[in-house]
């Protein structure tokens, strides 16, 4: 099996980062262990000392889990890589499960696992694979009864649903490293990792292992949580790369629908809270079909109430 690499970006993340290297430590291959502490202000550093020579700390001032990643990979030695957020938790079994998609198809440029959601402490029954549409698995091709690839572009299957996660990926460094990394240019932008998901999904093959061998953590602190923000975050980095790939220039109808879409989600849910600045904001920029019906009343309350 091939050398495995784990990096984890951390900001602040003293009271969670250890229960994530535990489990990292508890894996059932050996893996070199990076965390790249990104300008932390609380003890997250001490924390990571503690671990000794089995974790390497790198120290680096606050500038983005994105940044924080890309040092990270540059850093690590091994010809897989992994990419663990500091409050998520892996299965025992994840590394494993994900390298070993490389033992049968040696031509993997990256692999995503599916994952389950926990929130004070109790892990939901349900996983983000399930929430797919219906015909969103057509056309991978099965490695096994819980693993398949998928060799050919899903770009646009992402824009219609988002459940690659960068808690859950794996990558082969060489053909990371080669395709930029982590995409730097939405940097503080929320959701900033799928500008990231889609470049994978643009260059196959790319791996999916059915079985939810992560547990993303939902709390207060974490910022997709909220829908709102997350509807606009992803809306930007919709449009940052339409304007900066010319390989998605083919796609561009369909992705300047979805951030539409996006961002009429967004402003229903600033009005409902009241928020009725935001929704006059951005309800003159939606298309025509996003502009009718109950959202050209929600747009009239607005107005009348500036």
Not at 34 to 41: A, F, H, N, P
Not at 263 to 281: H, M, N
Request: with cysteine; hydrophobic share 40%.
């Amino acid at each position: 099996m091939r050398s495995v690499s784990v990096v984890i970006p951390a900001y602040n993340r003293a009271d969670l980062i250890q229960k994530t290297l535990d489990a990292i430590l508890s894996q059932a291959i050996p893996a070199e262990i990076i965390v790249v502490d990104d300008g932390s202000t609380d003890n997250t550093r001490d924390v990571v000392r503690g671990y000794g020579d089995r974790v390497r700390l790198i120290a680096i001032e606050n500038s983005g889990d994105l940044v924080a990643r890309n040092i990270g990979l540059k850093a690590c030695s091994g010809e897989l890589v992994a990419f663990c957020d500091s409050d998520d938790i892996w299965e025992s079994t994840f590394l494993s499960t994900m390298a070993g998609q490389w033992s049968t198809s040696p031509e993997l440029v990256s692999c995503y696992s599916n994952f389950r959601i926990l929130t004070d402490g109790q892990v939901s029954r349900t996983t983000k694979f399930d929430d797919a549409p219906v015909d969103y698995w057509d056309g991978i091709r099965r490695t096994s009864d819980h693993s398949g690839i998928f060799d050919f572009s899903i770009v646009r299957r992402l824009l219609a649903f988002q459940p690659l996660f960068a808690s859950c990926i794996m990558v082969s460094r060489t053909a990371f490293v080669a395709m930029g990394g982590w995409d730097e240019g939405v940097s503080r932008i929320i959701g900033c990792d799928f500008a990231t998901a889609i470049r994978l999904a643009e260059h196959p093959p790319l791996g999916i292992i059915d079985t939810p061998v992560v547990q993303i953590r939902k709390h207060s602190t974490n910022i997709s949580g909220n829908s709102e923000r997350m509807n606009f975050g992803d809306a930007d980095v919709l449009e940052y790369v339409l304007r900066t790939r010319p390989s998605l220039r083919h796609l561009e109808a369909e992705i300047l629908d979805s951030v539409a879409d996006r961002r009429a989600a967004a402003i229903d849910s600033a009005f409902s809270r009241g928020d009725y600045e935001t929704f006059r904001k951005f309800y003159g920029a939606l298309p025509r079909r996003l502009r009718s019906g109950k959202r050209w009343i929600k747009h009239l309350v607005t107005l009348a109430r500036a």
